[in-house]
């Protein structure tokens, strides 16, 4: 093959199979890291994943990144395993936690409540206040012919 043309266009297509082909890997990791897989049983395993892009395995064996991509994902869904008595153990916990909270919420309205009823009486007061000022004001006022205006 001496005709550059004929080798920009081999280049040219050789770099569109090569972003096909890792865009199928990245969807089928993806499919396969999220259990949602369409072609496998959704293991995550190097078959699972050539199969489920639907490429070779040795397409595979030429893209170590995903290989790598796939033992990290494998590794971090074994963390996230539980075992039944540790699943009903975390939930008796979070049950606990809510009951807790649930009183601790119970014991905020009531204060927020007395508080709130507090400050109505606080304000009655001082309106009370304010009036019977006011009225002392205008007796004062109406005695000593000073002029002053009260002020409403």
Do not use: C, W
Request: without cysteine; proline residues 2%; hydrophobic residues 30%.
């Amino acid at each position: 093959m001496s005709n550059p043309k004929q080798r920009a266009a081999l280049k040219k297509a050789q770099k569109k199979m090569v972003s096909g082909t890792e865009a199928a890997l990245r969807q089928a990791l993806d499919r396969l890291a999220n259990k949602k897989a369409t072609r496998t049983d959704g293991r995550l395993t190097y078959s699972n994943l050539y199969k489920e892009a639907d490429i070779s395995r040795a397409t595979l064996e030429r893209y170590p990144k995903f290989k790598t991509e796939l033992d990290k994902a494998k590794s971090f869904s074994g963390k996230n395993k539980q075992s039944p008595d540790s699943v009903f153990d975390k939930n008796k916990e979070l049950m606990e936690t809510n009951k807790n909270l649930h009183k601790e919420l119970v014991a905020i309205n009531k204060k927020y409540t007395l508080l709130q009823k507090k400050s109505k009486q606080e304000v009655y007061l001082l309106n009370t206040s304010i009036e019977s000022l006011r009225k002392q004001l205008k007796r004062e006022t109406k005695n000593n012919k000073t002029g002053l205006r009260v002020v409403k």
